[in-house]
């Protein structure tokens, strides 16, 4: 006799297996019955000063008008409006919601436009790291032309660093952009400007009052003020004896040491214009080494992740620069791109 073994055709469900958990949002439990358009009408009656001035401002009729704002109140279950013969004024009520109301409408318009933007390629947030010797008019111009072409939906956050702190910036995965002296090992920098830097002193610096061109040895006796990366780059500059350096922590502080005459420094030429204007620092007669130029790059942090909106300021600096060198306003003359 052939036995027959049977299998259940489902497992019973084990009472201790973990159960799915379902969070409620305001916006899951809450039926929203007021919309935006509403809204938009009832701020048209109290900014136009009635229904039928409102009326004219929307193109709708005044009985669309009295309708919406009537629907209004009954959903809110609140009177909004007084009405005191032609004229319609709030009521406490209608005052405490009308700020309000006004913030929501507002956001809706600005995530509208940034959804707009966003499909555009201009939204999300750009992360740009810039090395102090980049000419700050340049980098105003580029930010307010980049509003200008993402319509001010994408995002800017920027930095302003030291050379070595650029390089070690760029190691972060969320930088879009840096300006930098230096390019990392595994990055790729296109030139992007070229910036002069001048020997200066105060002008009663002992330096000033030797009527001769200063040399090597002549700078090793003076105290000679920096910013922690540039006294190993200032070295060809200078003097390769030892020589007492001061380390800044800014290029405002090293100006300003500068001007109290406690030494001498490489600085900037765009940086300090308005002070040699002034008369307040001089050039220091070094004969035929006047000035040195170091390259400012253009790198992409993430270039396999890079955005469209990095990609266009990127654009908007390269043109600007591009600008300098044709004769442009954008640059000084100390300050030309390298093709």
């Given at each position: 006799?052939?036995q027959l073994r049977?299998?259940?055709?489902s497992?019973p469900?084990r009472?201790d297996?973990p159960?799915a958990t379902?969070?409620?949002?305001?916006h899951d439990?809450?039926?929203?019955?007021v919309?935006?358009?509403q809204?938009r009408?009832f701020?048209?009656?109290?900014?136009c000063?009635?229904f039928a001035?409102?009326?004219?401002?929307?193109?709708l009729?005044?009985?669309?008008i009295s309708?919406t704002?009537?629907?209004?109140?009954?959903q809110?279950?609140?009177s909004?409006?007084?009405?005191?013969?032609r004229k319609?004024?709030l009521t406490?009520e209608?005052?405490a919601l009308l700020d309000?109301?006004?913030?929501?409408?507002?956001?809706a318009?600005?995530l509208?436009?940034f959804?707009?933007n966003l499909?555009q390629?201009?939204?999300?947030?750009v992360?740009?790291v810039v090395?102090?010797n980049f000419?700050?008019h340049?980098?105003?111009r580029?930010?307010?032309?980049?509003?200008?072409?993402g319509?001010a939906?994408?995002h800017v956050?920027?930095s302003e660093?030291?050379?070595?702190?650029?390089?070690?910036?760029?190691r972060?995965?969320?930088?879009?952009?840096?300006?930098s002296?230096r390019v990392?090992?595994g990055?790729?920098?296109e030139?992007?400007?070229?910036?002069?830097?001048?020997?200066?002193a105060?002008p009663?610096?002992?330096?000033?009052?030797l009527?001769?061109?200063v040399?090597?040895?002549?700078?090793a006796q003076h105290v000679?003020?920096?910013i922690?990366?540039?006294f190993?780059r200032?070295?060809?500059?200078?003097s390769?004896?030892?020589?007492?350096?001061?380390?800044m922590?800014?290029?405002?502080t090293?100006v300003?040491?500068?001007?109290?005459k406690?030494g001498?420094a490489?600085?900037?030429e765009?940086?300090?214009?308005?002070?040699?204007?002034?008369?307040m620092?001089?050039r220091l007669?070094?004969?035929?080494k006047?000035?040195?130029?170091?390259?400012?790059y253009?790198?992409?942090g993430r270039?396999?992740a890079?955005?469209?909106?990095?990609?266009?300021?990127?654009?908007?600096?390269r043109g600007?620069?591009?600008?300098g060198?044709a004769?442009?306003s954008g640059?000084?003359?100390t300050?030309?791109r390298?093709?």
């Open positions: 006799m052939t049977t299998q259940p055709l497992q469900a009472l297996a159960r379902f969070r409620s949002r305001p439990i809450h039926n929203i019955y919309s935006l358009k809204w009408i701020h048209a009656v109290i900014d000063g009635g001035e409102a009326a004219k401002s929307l193109h009729s005044q009985s669309t309708y704002v009537s629907k209004l109140q009954e809110l279950g609140t909004l409006l007084r009405i005191e013969g319609a004024n406490p209608g005052r309000r109301s006004r913030h929501v409408l507002k956001e318009i600005e509208e436009t959804a707009k499909g390629g201009y939204g999300g947030e992360r740009l090395d102090h000419p700050p340049l980098l105003m580029a930010l307010s032309d980049f509003s200008k072409i319509r939906a994408s956050k920027l660093v030291d050379t070595l702190q650029a390089e070690d910036v760029l972060d995965l969320n930088v879009d952009l840096a300006i002296e990392p090992l990055f790729l920098g030139p992007l400007v070229e910036v002069e830097h001048l020997p200066v105060h009663d610096h002992p330096l000033l009052r009527g001769r061109d040399t090597a040895a002549d700078l000679h003020v920096g922690g990366h540039a190993e200032d070295r060809g500059a200078g390769s004896k030892p020589t007492r350096r001061w380390a922590s800014s290029l405002d090293v300003q040491a500068v001007a109290e406690l001498y490489w600085l900037p765009h940086r300090i214009r308005h002070w040699l204007d002034e008369g620092l001089v007669p070094l004969g035929d006047r000035a040195y130029k170091t390259m400012l253009l790198i992409h270039p396999w890079s955005t469209a909106a990095a990609g266009r300021l990127a654009e908007v600096l600007l620069t591009a600008e060198n004769g442009g640059l000084s003359p300050v030309n390298v093709m």
